[in-house]
């Protein structure tokens, strides 16, 4: 027969695991995260949000990558019209001349 006791003794257990792997993971997070390179971050916050693939990526920071990394072209995004294609080519612009004058 089954205790009180011993139900209560499992609960605490898996609680105490369920604590000590949360803390855990909160701390892995924070010494493993993955930064994104600065100029994607821009391009991705000028970027509508919509996620609808029609870029032909899965969604807007794989395409604001794709822009940055693969050249692909501003038009992709569907949904953004050409004042965002301006700003995004305008942030380009400007990072990479400030990249130039650090040489």
Do not use: W
């Not at 792997?21 to 821009?42: D, R, W």
């Amino acid at each position: 027969m089954m205790l009180i006791s011993d139900v209560l003794r499992a609960v605490i257990s898996i609680g105490v695991i369920g604590l000590i792997l949360g803390v855990a993971i909160g701390i892995a997070s924070k010494y493993l995260e993955v930064k994104a390179h600065p100029l994607v971050q821009m391009v991705y916050d000028e970027l509508p949000h919509f996620n609808c693939g029609a870029c032909g990526t899965p969604g807007c920071m794989a395409n604001a990558e794709e822009i940055v990394f693969k050249n692909q072209k501003l038009e992709s995004c569907k949904p953004g019209n050409a004042d965002m294609r301006k700003r995004i080519k305008k942030l380009m612009d400007d990072y990479y001349k400030d990249e130039e004058n650090k040489k």
